[in-house]
């Protein structure tokens, strides 16, 4: 189903069968959806289409009341629910297209997605957020109750006590609706990939009570070999409009995944001399290197759930909030890593001939779980003539990590990326595992002064007390750090003219990092390091078009200290923190709005100067931060057909540079360019509201090489894109 020799004929057939379904056309219908702001970095619809109007969406940044984005001293994106289903996107892989800034990072088909914002990987555990609240990203996402995926790129020392620079990724859940809604829609995609989905909400009948439940099945068919899994999902949100104006929310949500994972492939080392240098051609992207008869599939299974306590009294308004993750998993893999047949041991990366070692990995009954407890206040006062929205709040947060006391990583034999080889399976288990706890204690307060009319100061200071332990599972290497730090921000603006607004901004940020469980590798392997500050200035300038359109230009500088591996003096090697730094230095350009009555655009570019200042590698000194590209683009134009009432007609363009896998850039990625294109009709059939979408992604079959992740181990491996696709969703809503 995935591949289509003729897109010409498909898109024809596809067109031919919407114009049949569109009839006499009555007026679309949609359903109204109200969000209260909660979380720290929220962006609230606008009453009309927000993607018209992206200036006139409100904000709230690092906890200040909400501000239009037009007039916001931060660099932030909104991707609604209107917008994922449009696109098609089923992950954050695909969400993300658009964002000419933010980069998958070993993003492939049975395993949980890692993003890469302004060229800097995110922290698992401290830059993704569900409604402001940090949660573990090692599951993967299901996006059928999000209302909306916030996107701060930039320093997020002012909303998270540890987090890495690059930004954060905020979920935004699906709120009660006030009318009923009745929402059902079939999917079908790639090689016969089925979703089916509902989405159900409304109000008792005394309007106290609201709720909001989703539910989803799918089965799946990638485009890929030997990676057929599944999918299974459940959501409710529930408020309670007390008296007094308080507000009381319940939520929870289930997702069962079960799915082969599948790894990416290597460089090659044709010359012989033990060091992969070459790219190979981008291969075939249905090809599976760990399609082995004794293949398990990657399990996942993931709950969590919150309760959050609210009340607005006069200029006063106070939230409380808790939250808690449960993630299972299973995690096995047919892992291809270096090579050992060719005339020297190669690692990373395959021999010249495309041989690879395959091991047989296995680590079963992995637990994470995260609690999060969150108190803020809220008010607005007045000295003199000045205005101040201050907030002050507290947030605890504590992580566990407790893997299977022992794994498997056991060479099997040797495979061919050309003319894969059946082996033998090795599930012994040898290698022991690290249990890690991270506690953290947070308080931070917040002042956004209207100085005058036209300039405003925003200033915000968050103390974190962060205690770490790690102990191997067999008991022995315990280890403990205990850590404080105060990071700072603050951002000048100033309203030019009738609809522009210039800021400047400073902050700092923390993160710590952990060595990686390799023994054979690391002195200190699987210990928690000390904390590193990263630091950015930021410049931008945003214009409210016409149609509350809007025009963004940012300038960055972001300096980003890393750990490093160190060799010590009788050979070993040593990974010490902030031994490495980066400086990533960029332009971004944004335009958003309506052009027509007809005619929707959205377009992003983002110039990326990612340089290395300092390594233990002198040679490095100078050298291009690995798998990022100094231009990347992306454009959407929507079109509704004139003649055709209820018929949308999208085309998207996606564009990358070339991206160094090494820091020489000795061995770079190609640049591509990607088209994709899809059509929405709105009908209503009798009393039901329905939406047809047909939409080809890749259309023109391009394959290239679009991620050559640097793994925190040291080994880099090369992921192809995704073949052409065609993909159909039927909703009906009544």
């Known amino acids: 189903m995935a591949r289509i020799p003729y897109p010409a004929t498909s898109l024809s057939l596809a067109l031919a069968g919407l114009f049949t379904l569109a009839g006499p056309a009555d007026a679309q219908t949609g359903v109204r959806t109200e969000t209260p702001t909660l979380a720290p970095v929220t962006v609230d619809a606008s009453r009309e289409d927000p993607r018209a109007a992206p200036a006139r969406r409100t904000t709230a940044v690092g906890g200040f009341d909400a501000a239009p984005m037009g007039q ?54 401290g830059n993704y957020r569900r409604d402001g609240m940090a949660i573990s990203n090692h599951a993967p996402a299901a996006l059928e109750n999000r209302e909306r995926i916030e996107v701060l790129k930039g320093l997020s020392g002012i909303q998270a006590g540890t987090s890495a620079p690059g930004g954060l990724v905020n979920h935004v859940l699906k709120r009660p609706t006030d009318e009923d809604l009745r929402a059902i829609e079939f999917g079908l995609s790639e090689r016969g990939t089925t979703r089916l989905h509902g989405d159900f909400g409304g109000r008792l009948d005394t309007g106290v009570i609201g709720y909001r439940i989703n539910l989803a099945a799918e089965q799946l068919r990638p485009d890929v070999d030997a990676a057929d899994g599944q999918r299974r999902f459940v959501s409710g949100f529930f408020d309670a409009r007390l008296p007094a104006g308080l507000l009381l929310e319940a939520e929870f949500e289930h997702h069962r995944f079960r799915q082969p994972s599948v790894p990416g492939f290597g460089l090659l080392d044709i010359d012989g001399d033990g060091f992969a240098e070459t790219l190979p051609a981008p291969v075939d992207p249905s090809r599976n290197l760990a399609a082995q008869p004794w293949a398990l599939p990657f399990e996942n299974r993931s709950t969590v759930g919150s309760l959050r306590l609210s009340q607005r009294l006069d200029a006063w308004r106070w939230k409380l909030g808790w939250q ?19 005339p020297a041991y190669v690692y990373p990366g395959f021999c010249g001939n495309g041989d690879f070692d395959l091991y047989d990995f ?13 108190a803020s206040v809220e008010t607005t006062v007045h000295t003199g003539s000045v205005r101040h929205e201050l907030s002050i709040g507290i947030t605890a947060n504590r992580y566990r990590e407790r893997p299977a006391d022992l794994q498997a990583y056991n060479w099997v034999g040797t495979s061919n990326m050309f003319e894969p080889v059946v082996l033998p399976a090795d599930p012994s288990m040898a290698d022991t595992n690290t249990d890690a706890d991270t506690r953290s204690r947070e308080i931070h307060i917040h002042d956004a002064m209207q100085l005058t009319d036209r300039l405003s100061l925003w200033v915000g200071l968050r103390h974190t007390r962060i205690e770490q332990s790690s102990i191997r599972t067999d008991g022995t290497e315990g280890l403990s750090l205990e850590q404080s730090f105060t990071t700072p921000w603050a951002a000048l603006g100033l309203k030019v003219g009738a609809r522009g607004f210039a800021y400047v901004s400073a902050g700092e940020g923390v993160e710590t990092e952990s060595v990686p469980n390799r023994p054979q590798d690391y002195v200190n392997y699987g210990q928690a390091l000390e904390a590193t500050v990263s630091r950015q200035v930021e410049i931008g300038w945003r214009q409210q078009l016409e149609n509350g359109g809007l025009f963004s230009l940012t300038l960055f500088q972001i300096d980003k200290p890393f750990a490093d591996d160190v060799e010590q003096a009788d050979g070993s090697v040593l990974r010490v923190a ?29 110039w990326l100067d990612a340089k290395i200042r300092r390594s233990p590698d002198p040679s490095l000194v100078g050298g ?107 909703q009906a809503m009544y």
């Open 362 to 374: 296995r680590t079963e009954g992995e637990r994470r779980t995260m609690d999060v407890l969150d």
């Open 324 to 342: 808690r993750q449960h993630i299972a998993t299973d995690d096995r893999l047919p892992f291809p890593d270096g090579c050992s047949s060719g």
């Open 578 to 606: 902030g031994a490495r730094e980066a400086r990533h230095r960029g332009l971004e350009l944004g335009w958003a709005g309506r052009i027509s009555p007809r005619l929707d655009a959205q377009v992003q570019a983002t």
């Open 72 to 125: 916001t001293p931060q660099s932030i994106s909104v991707i609604d629910a209107e917008s994922l289903e449009e696109r098609g996107a089923r992950n954050l892989s695909q969400a993300i297209r658009l964002e000419s800034s933010v980069d998958d990072h070993y993003n492939t088909v049975g395993y949980p997605e890692s993003l890469q914002i302004r060229g800097f990987l995110l922290d698992g555990a």
């Open 624 to 730: 291009r931060t690995p798998n990022t590209a100094p231009l990347a683009a992306a454009a959407r134009l929507n079109w509704r057909v004139p003649g055709i009432d209820g018929l949308t007609w999208s085309n998207q363009v996606q564009y990358s540079g070339r991206k160094a896998v090494f820091a020489d850039r000795s061995v770079e990625l190609g640049s591509w360019a990607q088209f994709d294109t899809d059509l929405a009709l709105r009908r209503r059939i009798g009393n039901t509201a329905t939406i047809w979408r047909v939409g080809i992604d890749n259309i023109f079959d391009r394959r290239y090489w679009r991620d050559a992740p640097t793994q925190y181990w040291g080994a880099q491996y090369l992921f192809p894109a995704r073949g052409r696709t065609l993909r159909f969703t039927v």
